[in-house]
C-alpha cells in the first residue's frame, strides 16, 4: 500500500517518522546507537544523490545546447536566464533587508544569550573562518575566477566544483553546435542516449529516498541544540523565515501570474516532492536529480529549457540564500551595536547577490559565504557565533526557496516560448 503512494506523501512520510523517531530516541539517549545504525544511510541516500549530480550537470548542458536550433535561440535563452536569475536575487535581499531593518530582531537579543552563544559556537565558527581564509585570498570576485577550470579532471570529480563543470559543459556544447557536421554527430548522438540513462538512474535512486530521508531526519533530531540557546535568537529565526515565506509563496506566484498569465497553482503543486527534497538534504544540488526530473515530467517544461537552466540555477541562483545573507549581516549588526547606513546596506545587497552566487549547492554554503558579506561591511565575523545554532533548520528552509525559484524562472521562460507540455503540467497522476 505505501508503494502506491505519491511520491511527495512517501517523503513527506519520511520526514514525519525520522522526526519523531529521532525525538524518541533522543529522549532516551541513544545518539550512539543513531550514529552507528541509521546515520549510514542518510549518507549512503546523500552520496547516491551526489553520484549522479556531476554527470547530470554535464549531460544535461552540453545536450540542450545542442538540441537548439540555432545560436541565436541559445543566446537568448541565456541572456533571459541571467536576467531572471539576477533580478530575483537582487529582489530576494531587498526583501530580506527590509524585513530587518523593520522587525529589528537584533534589539530582541538579551546580553546573557549573546554570552551564551558566543562561547557555544566561538570554536565552530573560528574553524569556518580559517577554512575560508585557508582558500587562498578569498576576494567578492573568486566566484568568477573560481569558475574556471584549470584542471577539467580535477573539477568533474569535486562535486564543490560544479560551476568549473557547468562552465566546461557549456564551452563543449557550444563548440559542438558551431560545427555541427557529420563528424560531430555521433558526440550528439552519444549525449542524447545517455540522458535517459541517468534519468533512470535517478527514479531507481529515488526509490531509496523515503528510507533515507527518515534516516537524515532521525539524524538531524539528536543534533540540535538545546532550547535555552535557541530562545535568544527566536525573533531573527521569524525574521528569516518570514522573508522566504513572502518570496517563496508571494512573489514567485505573483511572477508566474504576472509573466505568464497563468495560474501558478498546479505549478506549485507539482514542486512538492522536490521541495520536501530539498527541505531533508538542505543540498541543491543533491535534490537536482529530481528537480529536473520533475519539472520536466511532471510540470512539463521542455527538456532543452530545464537541462539548462536548471543545472545552472542549482548552482548560481540561490535567493534563499542570499535573502538569509541579508537579514543574518544585518541582525549580527544590529545585535553588536554597529550602525549601517544606507550605503552599508548597499554594500550588502551588493555583496550577498555574489556571495549567494559563489555559494555551493551544499550544506551550510551560504554560512561560509557569508563571512565574506560580514568582511565587506565590517561587521566582526566573530558574530556568526550568534547565529550559527539556527543555521541548519534555517538552510533546509532557505535550500527550498533556492529550487523553487529555480523551478519558477524555468517554467515561465519556458511558457514565454511556448514550450510547456500543459498535458503533462495538468495530469494529475503523481507518481
Ligand atoms: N544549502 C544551500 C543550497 O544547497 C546553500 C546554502 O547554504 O545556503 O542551496
Same mark, same amino acid.
Given at each position: 500500500?505505501?508503494?502506491?503512494?505519491?511520491?511527495?506523501?512517501?517523503?513527506?512520510?519520511?520526514?514525519?517518522?525520522?522526526?519523531?523517531?529521532?525525538?524518541?530516541?533522543?529522549?532516551?539517549?541513544?545518539?550512539?546507537?543513531?550514529?552507528?545504525?541509521?546515520?549510514?544511510?542518510?549518507?549512503?541516500?546523500?552520496?547516491?544523490?551526489?553520484?549522479?549530480?556531476?554527470?547530470?550537470?554535464?549531460?544535461?548542458?552540453?545536450?540542450?545546447?545542442?538540441?537548439?536550433?540555432?545560436?541565436?535561440?541559445?543566446?537568448?535563452?541565456?541572456?533571459?536566464?541571467?536576467?531572471?536569475?539576477?533580478?530575483?536575487?537582487?529582489?530576494?535581499?531587498?526583501?530580506?533587508?527590509?524585513?530587518?531593518?523593520?522587525?529589528?530582531?537584533?534589539?530582541?537579543?538579551?546580553?546573557?544569550?549573546?554570552?551564551?552563544?558566543?562561547?557555544?559556537?566561538?570554536?565552530?565558527v573560528a574553524d569556518k573562518i580559517n577554512s575560508v581564509s585557508e582558500?587562498?585570498?578569498?576576494?567578492?570576485?573568486?566566484?568568477?575566477?573560481?569558475?574556471?577550470?584549470?584542471?577539467?579532471?580535477?573539477?568533474?570529480?569535486?562535486?564543490?566544483?560544479?560551476?568549473?563543470?557547468?562552465?566546461?559543459?557549456?564551452?563543449?556544447?557550444?563548440?559542438?553546435?558551431?560545427?555541427?557536421?557529420?563528424?560531430?554527430?555521433?558526440?550528439?548522438?552519444?549525449?542524447?542516449?545517455?540522458?535517459?540513462?541517468?534519468?533512470?538512474?535517478?527514479?531507481?535512486?529515488?526509490?531509496?529516498?523515503?528510507?533515507?530521508?527518515?534516516?537524515?531526519?532521525?539524524?538531524?533530531?539528536?543534533?540540535?541544540?538545546?532550547?535555552?540557546?535557541?530562545?535568544?535568537?527566536?525573533?531573527?529565526?521569524?525574521?528569516?523565515?518570514?522573508?522566504?515565506?513572502?518570496?517563496?509563496?508571494?512573489?514567485?506566484?505573483?511572477?508566474?501570474?504576472?509573466?505568464?498569465?497563468?495560474?501558478?497553482?498546479?505549478?506549485?503543486?507539482?514542486?512538492?516532492?522536490?521541495?520536501?527534497?530539498?527541505?531533508?538534504?538542505?543540498?541543491?544540488?543533491?535534490?537536482?536529480?529530481?528537480?529536473?526530473?520533475?519539472?520536466?515530467?511532471?510540470?512539463?517544461?521542455?527538456?532543452?529549457?530545464?537541462?539548462?537552466?536548471?543545472?545552472?540555477?542549482?548552482?548560481?541562483?540561490?535567493?534563499?540564500?542570499?535573502?538569509?545573507?541579508?537579514?543574518?549581516?544585518?541582525?549580527?549588526?544590529?545585535?553588536?551595536?554597529?550602525?549601517?547606513?544606507?550605503?552599508?546596506?548597499?554594500?550588502?545587497?551588493?555583496?550577498?547577490?555574489? !556571495?549567494? /552566487?559563489? *555559494?555551493?549547492?551544499? #550544506?551550510?554554503?551560504? +554560512?561560509l559565504?557569508?563571512i565574506? @558579506?560580514?568582511a565587506? &561591511?565590517?561587521?566582526?565575523e566573530a558574530?556568526l !557565533?550568534? /547565529?550559527? *545554532?539556527?543555521?541548519? #533548520?534555517?538552510?533546509? +528552509?532557505?535550500?527550498?526557496?533556492? @529550487?523553487?525559484?529555480? &523551478?519558477?524562472?524555468?517554467?515561465?521562460?519556458?511558457?514565454?516560448?511556448?514550450?510547456?507540455?500543459?498535458?503533462?503540467?495538468?495530469?494529475?497522476?503523481?507518481?
Amino acid at each position: 500500500m505505501i508503494g502506491k503512494l505519491a511520491i511527495h506523501w512517501k517523503i513527506l512520510l519520511g520526514i514525519i517518522m525520522g522526526v519523531g523517531f529521532g525525538y524518541i530516541l533522543n529522549c532516551f539517549g541513544l545518539q550512539h546507537f543513531v550514529k552507528n545504525w541509521i546515520t549510514p544511510f542518510g549518507i549512503i541516500f546523500i552520496n547516491l544523490l551526489k553520484m549522479i549530480a556531476v554527470p547530470i550537470v554535464f549531460v544535461s548542458i552540453v545536450k540542450s545546447i545542442t538540441d537548439f536550433k540555432s545560436f541565436e535561440n541559445f543566446a537568448q535563452l541565456s541572456k533571459r536566464t541571467l536576467f531572471a536569475f539576477i533580478s530575483t536575487t537582487i529582489f530576494a535581499v531587498s526583501i530580506g533587508l527590509v524585513i530587518v531593518n523593520i522587525l529589528k530582531p537584533g534589539n530582541f537579543i538579551d546580553a546573557s544569550s549573546k554570552v551564551e552563544l558566543m562561547n557555544t559556537f566561538n570554536k565552530e565558527v573560528a574553524d569556518k573562518i580559517n577554512s575560508v581564509s585557508e582558500q587562498k585570498d578569498i576576494s567578492i570576485l573568486s566566484p568568477i575566477i573560481d569558475a574556471v577550470p584549470s584542471n577539467i579532471f580535477l573539477a568533474l570529480s569535486d562535486n564543490s566544483k560544479m560551476l568549473q563543470v557547468i562552465f566546461f559543459a557549456l564551452l563543449i556544447g557550444f563548440s559542438i553546435m558551431k560545427i555541427k557536421s557529420t563528424e560531430t554527430k555521433p558526440v550528439v548522438e552519444f549525449f542524447n542516449g545517455l540522458y535517459p540513462i541517468l534519468m533512470k538512474v535517478i527514479d531507481l535512486i529515488m526509490l531509496f529516498a523515503p528510507f533515507g530521508i527518515f534516516a537524515l531526519m532521525t539524524t538531524l533530531m539528536t543534533e540540535i541544540p538545546n532550547f535555552s540557546v535557541l530562545k535568544g535568537i527566536f525573533v531573527y529565526g521569524l525574521t528569516v523565515i518570514l522573508g522566504l515565506f513572502i518570496h517563496t509563496f508571494i512573489f514567485y506566484p505573483l511572477c508566474i501570474y504576472i509573466f505568464t498569465k497563468k495560474n501558478p497553482l498546479p505549478v506549485f503543486k507539482k514542486m512538492i516532492p522536490f521541495q520536501l527534497l530539498a527541505f531533508s538534504t538542505s543540498s541543491s544540488a543533491a535534490t537536482l536529480p529530481l528537480t529536473m526530473e520533475r519539472t520536466v515530467e511532471h510540470i512539463g517544461v521542455d527538456e532543452d529549457i530545464a537541462s539548462f537552466v536548471l543545472p545552472l540555477g542549482a548552482t548560481v541562483n540561490m535567493d534563499g540564500t542570499s535573502l538569509y545573507q541579508g537579514v543574518a549581516a544585518v541582525f549580527i549588526a544590529q545585535a553588536l551595536n554597529i550602525p549601517l547606513n544606507f550605503e552599508a546596506q548597499l554594500m550588502i545587497l551588493f555583496t550577498a547577490t555574489l !556571495a549567494s /552566487i559563489g *555559494a555551493a549547492a551544499v #550544506p551550510s554554503a551560504g +554560512l561560509l559565504m557569508l563571512i565574506i @558579506v560580514l568582511a565587506q &561591511v565590517g561587521i566582526p565575523e566573530a558574530g556568526l !557565533a550568534l /547565529i550559527f *545554532a539556527l543555521d541548519r #533548520p534555517l538552510d533546509m +528552509l532557505r535550500t527550498t526557496t533556492n @529550487v523553487t525559484g529555480d &523551478v519558477t524562472i524555468s517554467y515561465i521562460l519556458a511558457e514565454r516560448m511556448g514550450k510547456v507540455n500543459h498535458k503533462k503540467l495538468l495530469e494529475s497522476t503523481d507518481n
